[in-house]
């Protein structure tokens, strides 16, 4: 018992603790200089020295590749058309800095897996080229910079319609696509869908197969809405079923519906609990008030409403923590109905 309560102290020790992540950290650096002692390096699949060549060098791109390939991408270089210039170069240079390093043993560049384009897509690298007049930069810019294939550059569907829009080419899925067309359903597209569309379209995804505006337009969604009604918004929900969540969640409802349409609306038809006693003069409407006022409560609609918050001040001869309903609601009369809310709230 006393060897283990005095590990547990040692353990409650800062001292002990600081000693013990000192000893993680040193083993850590000792391992990282062992690596490296070793020749392990980070993989250099995407590490290649454009700066060196293009710049220092003055070498132009289409010196190591040929950018028009029958509709391919521009060639990457052998080893042996590398090994022109390195093969006296690298013979003082660590392995990892000869341009060997960057090819596998059947010859193929590290990188190209990197830059390679899906098969589905369809690249007429060539037509590129010549729409460029052979300025590569105009496309990969700062390549020339580069000290590393910049697969974080690659370019995105959006870049790509902006360009043919401007050259006025056609915007058809069938010119860029091989698979994809005006008739093809993602894969999320599946038997829940039409229940499910619409949490989709409200989180935005970036990607572009969860962007519906890909396919869809606007006019899509309000031609669909306007025929067919989400399955909750039955004769029930019209007349009381969607205050709830239109109070919980807005956002939910302005998917489809804008602040005009629930004003339009409510213009004619007040909710059925405005009645009654709800309103002027027994305001019986305050017992369903909830602090703080937000604009997801009673400012919803009536923004034109005097704050609550400019409530009379208390009498000087008040004191905080007094009890108000001892003399108020019984000796002094209340001039509103009491919800059991803290006076302290409005009556400051």
């Not at 969604?221 to 079923?241: A, I, K, M, V």
Request: charged share 25%; proline share 5%.
């Amino acid at each position: 018992m006393a060897l283990l309560d005095g590990d547990r102290e040692r353990r409650r020790d800062p001292r002990s603790r600081a000693a013990t992540a000192l000893l993680v950290l040193s083993v850590f650096l000792a391992g990282c200089a062992l690596m490296e002692a070793w020749g392990v390096k980070e993989d250099s699949s995407s590490t290649f020295n454009h700066s060196v060549h293009v710049i220092d060098n003055e070498l132009e791109c289409s010196f190591c590749h040929d950018p028009e390939t029958e509709g391919g991408p521009p060639t990457i270089p052998p080893l042996e058309f590398c090994s022109l210039c390195h093969s006296d170069e690298d013979v003082e240079k660590d392995p990892e800095d000869r341009a060997s390093w960057f090819y596998d043993e059947e010859g193929n560049h590290k990188g190209q897996s990197i830059v390679a384009l899906d098969e589905e897509l369809i690249f007429d690298h060539g037509a590129h080229v010549e729409l460029a007049g052979d300025d590569c930069l105009v496309c990969h810019e700062g390549y020339d910079e580069s000290e590393r294939i910049l697969v974080d550059d690659a370019f995105s569907m959006d870049e790509c319609s902006a360009c043919h829009d401007a050259l006025g080419v056609d915007d058809a899925c069938s010119v860029c696509h091989s698979v994809i067309d005006e008739n093809w359903v993602p894969e999320s597209h599946g038997q829940a869908w039409e229940r499910l569309h619409g949490q989709a379209f409200r989180m935005r995804q970036e990607a572009i197969t969860g962007r519906c505006e890909v396919c869809h337009s606007e006019s899509t969604c309000n031609s669909c809405h306007q025929s067919e009604t989400p399955r909750n918004h039955d004769n029930f929900w019209r007349l009381r079923g969607h205050a709830v969540p239109a109070t919980l969640d807005r956002d939910n409802c302005a998917v489809c519906h804008r602040d005009d349409g629930c004003i339009r609306c409510h213009e004619d038809t007040q909710p059925l609990n405005h009645k009654g006693s709800f309103g002027s003069p027994r305001n019986n409407h305050c017992l369903g008030c909830h602090f703080p006022l937000s604009s997801s409560g009673c400012l919803t609609c009536h923004k034109s409403t005097p704050s609550h918050n400019q409530a009379p001040d208390q009498p000087p001869d008040h004191v905080p923590g007094a009890d108000c309903r001892a003399c108020h609601g019984r000796n002094a009369p209340l001039r509103h109905v009491d919800d059991g809310s803290d006076c302290n709230a409005c009556h400051r």
